[in-house]
Structures are given as C-alpha cells and as structure tokens.
C-alpha cells in the first residue's frame, strides 16, 4: 500500500492531524535521516552517522509523515522503547514524496529541509542499505550509534543545551576506529588487509584513531567562528558564534564548549563551559568530571581570564583571573586578607562567605571578581578582589 499524492496545504494538515491522533502514535523528541558508514568488516556495525537535517522538538507534522512512510512500506515502527532506528528504501521515499507534494517546489534554501532531504534521496538510484531514519522517544541513554550520534549533532548544533542531554554509555557504543578523511575504518579490517594494502600501495593515511570524529567533519561553524586546527574541536562540542581555537595546546572536547565570542588556547574538557569575552590562555586546563572534580562540572562565566597553563578544577564566576601556572583546584588552601574579603563579598552579596582567613578552592567556587594569584615569596595561592577588566580584541571574534 502506497500513501496517495497530498493534494493541497489543507489536505497535508488534515492527514497529519490525523496520523497524531492515531491510537498509539507516540511524538518523537528528536527525529532525523543520515547517510551510515558501515563496517567494512561487518556490515551490521554503524560506525558513522551523518545527519542532513537534525529535528530536535520540532517539525513534528515532517515526523509523523516519515513513520506512516515507512509504516507503508513495510516496516513496523516501535513505539515502546525509548529509541527507533530503521534501514529506510525507496518504497518509503516514493512514500514521502507523496506526502510532501504541496511543498517539493518551495523546498529551497532553508526553508521546508525535511522536504529538502527527501528530493535529494529521491534523486539518487539506489540508496540500498546506507541510508538509516533515527527516532527518539525520550531522553534516555542512547542504545545504538545512530542515537549517539543525533544527540551529538543536537549539541554541535546548539539545539541542545551543553550538559543538557543524556549521553551515558556512548563511549561504550561507539567503535573505535581510524579516520580517513571523513571515513572510518575498522581496525580489525586494516590489520586483516595491511599487507595487501601496503604492498598495492593503498594502506590510507590515517588522521586519527578515536571514537569521535572531528567537530568540522559534520558541523559548519558560524562565520566568525575560527578553528585552526581541526583535530583540536570533537564532535559533540558546542561553538557560540565568535569563538576562537587556537592550534596548539587548545581542545574542546564533547558535550563542552562555549556561550559566546571566547579565545580558547587551552583545554575545555568534557562538561565544562565557558561564557562569553572570557580568554583560556595558552595551554590552561578546565578539569573535566572525569580528571579531578569529582564529578562537579565547570563553569567558567563571563570576561574570566584563566592564564598561560593555569588549572581550574572549580567553578569561576565572572571577572575573574587565575594568574599563569596557578592551579585552583576544590582542596586546594586560598589565603584571603580580612580587606580583600570584605571586597570580595561586596561584589557577591548574595554568597554566604565564612569569616576567616584561609579557604578551601571549593568554598570560593562560582564567586564573582576574584583574582587567584601565587605569592612568590612563600608559594603561597591567595585570593583578592579583581580590579583588571577582562576585554577580547573583537577584530578577532
């Protein structure tokens, strides 16, 4: 059974209506198509997603025309578990086709994707097995590659919000496998292949081994959004428009990123976030929940400068400075003066700042306008209230 050419606006609305109000019919809170690389090895294994158009609590209409598609040809879609995912053919795009009629001639630019996507199969001879639809039916920890992979596209995206996801488990999902360019390959293949490869001449050049591929292999950035070196952004990363990655000793790893124009020469790893006009110098670390915060993740705020290999294993507030080759970490002992206290709680008043003279890094945490400094005298780490302002060079954001 075939879906009959939709006629009219008004005809493409009323069958929408009636497909969600069908019994059972459960609304996805992510949906998308993506063009798989499978494993040369076996061809079960999904080691890349790559999605053309990412739904994320949107275009509900386009997700409940996709299920009576693939209803029609043939492919029972399970409404029960938290995630779907299923090979899709021809029959189904001939279906959608259908279904989409009133907008195949509007569908341009940005406007109507999902529409856009399925001309593009439409036009191609035999999509086989390539081609997987993904759904989402709660936010639950993904189950299969392709579900990894449409919650990294939803954070690069921004249509996601940083730690906003759940993504446990996906490094347990993902294969680890080596990057040719945008292809990944299995390593067991290449090793089962290495001496007829290297003896032909055609054993690859490999990039990198890792279960993420790059950031810039799936995302277009902002216009002035800059990153040097490729390798140096993952996939699941979050740019705000603006930033800048330096080469170097610069990362950003996934589900980690930025909340506006920032400078970033140094490492934002997983969970960690940093907010806008702030500068994380040459080689300086934020901790992820992994690598010594016990699973508290960081937040860098606004116009913070974190210096040339600095370390934060706290949460920063805005306005604030950790002087070059200073590590803040949540046991680390701050010594306070009695006249900087009372400037630092003059610009928190809303903190509740004991009354002493050494702190814990962990009882300063997410505190506005402090300056982390070492006495050079005794090494001692001190704290006082910041007086420089943090500014970027917008010519370069």
Same mark, same amino acid.
């Given at each position: 059974?075939?879906?009959?050419?939709?006629?009219?606006?008004?005809?493409?609305?009323?069958?929408?209506?009636?497909?969600?109000?069908?019994?059972?019919?459960?609304?996805?809170?992510?949906?998308?198509?993506?063009?798989?690389?499978?494993g040369?090895?076996?061809? *079960?294994?999904?080691? /890349?997603?790559?999605?053309?158009?990412?739904?994320?609590?949107?275009? #509900?209409?386009? %997700?409940?025309? #996709?299920?009576?598609?693939?209803?029609?040809?043939?492919?029972?879609?399970?409404?029960?578990?938290?995630?779907?995912?299923?090979?899709?053919? *021809?029959?189904?795009?001939?279906?959608?086709?259908?279904?989409?009629?009133?907008?195949?001639?509007?569908?341009? +630019?940005?406007?109507?994707?999902?529409?856009?996507?399925?001309?593009?199969l439409?036009?191609?001879?035999?999509?086989?097995?390539?081609?997987?639809?993904?759904?989402?039916?709660?936010?639950? %920890?993904?189950?299969?590659?392709?579900?990894?992979?449409?919650?990294?596209?939803?954070?690069?995206?921004?249509?996601a919000?940083?730690?906003?996801?759940?993504?446990?488990?996906?490094? $347990?999902?993902?294969?680890?496998?080596?990057w040719? +360019?945008?292809?990944?390959?299995?390593?067991?293949?290449?090793?089962?292949?290495?001496?007829?490869?290297?003896?032909?001449?055609?054993?690859?050049?490999i990039?990198s081994?890792?279960?993420?591929?790059?950031?810039? /292999?799936?995302?277009?950035?902002?216009?002035?959004?800059?990153?040097?070196?490729?390798?140096?952004?993952?996939?699941?990363?979050?740019?705000?428009?603006?930033?800048?990655?330096?080469?170097?000793?610069?990362?950003?790893? #996934?589900?980690?990123?930025?909340?506006?124009?920032?400078?970033?020469?140094?490492?934002i790893?997983?969970?960690?976030?940093?907010?806008?006009?702030?500068?994380?110098?040459?080689?300086?670390?934020?901790?992820?929940?992994?690598?010594g915060?016990?699973?508290?993740?960081?937040?860098? $705020?606004?116009?913070?400068?974190?210096?040339?290999?600095?370390?934060? +294993?706290?949460?920063?507030?805005n306005?604030?400075?950790?002087?070059?080759?200073?590590?803040?970490?949540?046991?680390?002992?701050?010594?306070?003066t009695?006249?900087?206290?009372?400037?630092?709680?003059?610009?928190?008043?809303?903190?509740?700042?004991?009354?002493?003279?050494?702190?814990? $890094?962990?009882?300063? /945490?997410?505190?506005?306008?402090?300056?982390?400094?070492?006495?050079?005298?005794?090494?001692?780490?001190?704290?006082?209230?910041?007086?420089?302002?943090?500014?970027?060079n917008? *010519?370069?954001?």
């Amino acid at each position: 059974m075939a879906i009959e050419t939709v006629v009219s606006k008004e005809a493409f609305k009323a069958l929408v209506e009636d497909l969600q109000n069908s019994h059972g019919y459960r609304e996805p809170i992510a949906y998308g198509i993506a063009r798989v690389d499978r494993g040369q090895k076996n061809a *079960d294994r999904i080691l /890349q997603a790559s999605y053309a158009v990412v739904n994320w609590k949107e275009n #509900f209409g386009s %997700a409940a025309l #996709f299920i009576k598609a693939l209803k029609e040809a043939r492919c029972d879609v399970d409404y029960l578990g938290s995630e779907f995912a299923a090979t899709i053919n *021809d029959e189904f795009v001939s279906n959608a086709m259908a279904a989409f009629a009133p907008f195949l001639s509007e569908a341009t +630019g940005d406007a109507h994707r999902n529409v856009q996507v399925i001309k593009a199969l439409a036009g191609m001879k035999d999509i086989g097995k390539n081609f997987r639809i993904t759904f989402l039916f709660e936010d639950t %920890a993904p189950q299969s590659a392709e579900a990894v992979y449409l919650k990294l596209y939803a954070i690069s995206l921004g249509k996601a919000p940083l730690r906003g996801i759940n993504l446990a488990g996906a490094f $347990g999902i993902l294969r680890n496998v080596a990057w040719v +360019g945008n292809i990944p390959y299995e390593l067991e293949y290449l090793r089962d292949n290495e001496i007829e490869m290297k003896l032909t001449g055609t054993f690859p050049v490999i990039d990198s081994v890792d279960k993420f591929p790059r950031y810039l /292999q799936h995302i277009i950035p902002a216009d002035n959004t800059r990153i040097l070196e490729a390798s140096r952004v993952r996939m699941g990363a979050q740019l705000a428009a603006g930033t800048t990655v330096m080469p170097g000793a610069s990362y950003i790893n #996934f589900n980690a990123g930025t909340l506006g124009a920032v400078m970033v020469e140094g490492r934002i790893s997983s969970s960690a976030i940093v907010g806008s006009g702030s500068d994380v110098g040459g080689g300086a670390s934020i901790l992820g929940v992994l690598s010594g915060t016990d699973g508290n993740p960081i937040s860098i $705020g606004e116009n913070t400068l974190l210096g040339a290999n600095s370390v934060t +294993g706290i949460p920063l507030g805005n306005g604030c400075i950790i002087d070059a080759g200073v590590a803040v970490l949540a046991g680390t002992k701050i010594k306070v003066t009695d006249q900087e206290l009372e400037k630092i709680r003059i610009a928190n008043p809303n903190a509740k700042i004991a009354e002493k003279s050494y702190f814990k $890094g962990s009882e300063l /945490q997410g505190l506005h306008g402090i300056h982390y400094r070492q006495d050079s005298t005794n090494g001692a780490i001190t704290a006082q209230r910041s007086m420089r302002e943090v500014k970027l060079n917008a *010519d370069l954001h």
